[in-house]
């Protein structure tokens, strides 16, 4: 199972921009100069891109917590 799908709800997310559906995309996501690959929700038109919050608070915040503690 792919990021996007353990970390989005089964509904169609718009862009709050474009009003567009976004699509699952491959994004860098960066932190403390530390780059990573991960697949996301992105608008197609203005390259927004949807972090649900239990990502933003479940995994993400568990590899920040990491790096800071190197």
Known sequence: ??????????TEWLCANC??????AQVTVAYLG???PVELRRCPK???VFVSE???LGKMAEVEQALEDK
Not at 1 to 10: D, L, Q, R
Not at 19 to 24: E, K, N, Q, R, W
């Open 1 to 10: 199972m792919s990021e996007i799908e353990k970390h989005s709800a089964p």
């Open 54 to 56: 239990d990502l933003a």
């Open 46 to 48: 203005c390259g927004l």
């Open 19 to 24: 009003d567009l559906p976004l699509i699952p």
């Open 34 to 36: 530390n780059a990573y």
